[in-house]
C-alpha cells in the first residue's frame, strides 16, 4: 500500500489549505482512511477519519467545525480541507489507511498504514 499526501505549505492564521492524498495498492472492497498529525515534541493525533463502507466519519475536537474530509472513490483520492487555520495546527500531516473499521476508533488507536506527511505551518 502506497499513500502519497500533498498540498502542504505556509499559510497565515485564518487562511485555508486543502491535504490531498493519493491511495494505491489497497485491494480490500472497503476501508477506513484518515489524516493524522504530530507536531513537535507532541504526540501523533488522530485529525480525521472516514469509512467507506458507512461514510462516517470522525473529527478530533481540535478541528471540528474548521476542516472536512472528503474522498473521490473514482480517483482513489481523500482530501482534507482546512479553513480557519491556527497556529496550532502546524505539524506534520500524513494519510493512513486500515480495513474498514470504526472510524472514531481508528482515528483514536491509529492506524496500519501511513504515507510520507506534508508539511503544515501556520504562522504569521
Known amino acids: 500500500v502506497q499513500l502519497q499526501a500533498s498540498g502542504g505549505g505556509l499559510v497565515q492564521p485564518g487562511g485555508s489549505l486543502r491535504l490531498s492524498c493519493v491511495a494505491s495498492?489497497?485491494?480490500?472492497?472497503?476501508?477506513?482512511i484518515g489524516w493524522f498529525r504530530q507536531a513537535p515534541g507532541k504526540e501523533r493525533e488522530g485529525v480525521s477519519c472516514?469509512?467507506?463502507?458507512?461514510?462516517?466519519?470522525y473529527y478530533s475536537d481540535s478541528v471540528k467545525g474548521r476542516f472536512t474530509i472528503s474522498k473521490d472513490d473514482v480517483k482513489k483520492v481523500v482530501y482534507l480541507q482546512m479553513n480557519s487555520l491556527k497556529l496550532e495546527d502546524t505539524a506534520v500531516y500524513h494519510c493512513?489507511?486500515?480495513?474498514?473499521?470504526?472510524?472514531?476508533?481508528?482515528?483514536?488507536?491509529?492506524?496500519?498504514?501511513y504515507g510520507k506527511g506534508t508539511q503544515v505551518t501556520v504562522s504569521s
Open positions: 493512513a489507511i486500515d480495513r474498514a473499521g470504526s472510524s472514531w476508533y481508528l482515528c483514536k488507536h491509529g492506524m496500519n498504514y
Open positions: 495498492g489497497w485491494t480490500e472492497e472497503h476501508y477506513t
Open positions: 472516514m469509512s467507506s463502507r458507512d461514510g462516517n466519519w
